[in-house]
């Protein structure tokens, strides 16, 4: 029987040995090295024999991060599969991993026979996503069409910055303006996209091209 191989890329070395032990349990896998963080991986590739057939890539680690990391699969070993295994949830950071080049994603409480059957299909089919990523998928890389709304100049520039890791307080501060009008652009928003949350203006700034991932 053909074993795929894998590479586990996560800062956590008590996990990733714990992932190591697991994934070498099933029967089309095999680990051949993990890394602790995105940089290691890009000096372990300058080999042939480390290209594996999949990665287990976490997402938060340091120097390069499991983004950077993904995008630098994406262009310099297309062939090479990416399986997103991280702690995180939100919509935004899993559209962030989907539009880098993710054949999966999962996270850490996964059960071991979903994260066995995950890599069967990617193995075979060169994708797995869960039915919660690709309803988050769908609606974000949807072509519906999207009724023009009117925002103003300032309200696309503290639309712009909801979508990075900035605090409102801190986008605020960048904006030069008080927390209590940055609330108030939050409200107007919230009311004119009919969203209810961050969450909600994020995606509709990705589907409108307002910030790209």
């Known amino acids: 029987m053909k074993q795929f191989t894998v590479v586990i890329v996560d800062d956590h070395t008590l996990l990733s040995q714990a992932i190591q032990a697991m994934v070498n349990t099933f029967n089309k896998f095999v680990v051949l090295y993990t890394c602790k963080n995105g940089q290691e991986l890009v000096d372990k590739f300058s080999h042939q024999e480390n290209i594996p057939n999949i990665v287990l890539m976490d997402i938060n680690m340091p120097i390069m991060n499991g983004v950077e990391t993904t995008e630098w699969i994406s262009k310099n070993h297309s062939k090479v599969n990416v399986l997103a295994l991280s702690v995180e949830d939100e919509e ?122």
């Open 92 to 213: 935004f950071t899993i559209l962030k991993m989907l539009k880098a080049g993710v054949a999966g994603y999962l996270l850490k409480d996964t059960e071991k026979d979903v994260l066995e059957k995950a890599l069967i299909e990617i193995a075979e089919n060169g994708f797995y996503h869960t039915k919660s990523v690709t309803t988050i998928l769908m609606n974000s890389l949807s072509g519906n069409e999207v009724k023009e709304i009117d925002i103003t100049d300032k309200e696309r520039q503290f639309l712009k910055l909801s979508c990075t890791e900035l605090t409102y307080k801190e986008i605020a501060d960048q904006m030069c303006l008080s927390p209590k009008t940055i609330d108030n652009y939050r409200n107007s928003l919230f009311c004119k996209l009919n969203v209810k949350n961050r969450v909600g203006m994020v995606t509709y700034a990705i589907k409108n091209k307002i910030y790209t991932l």
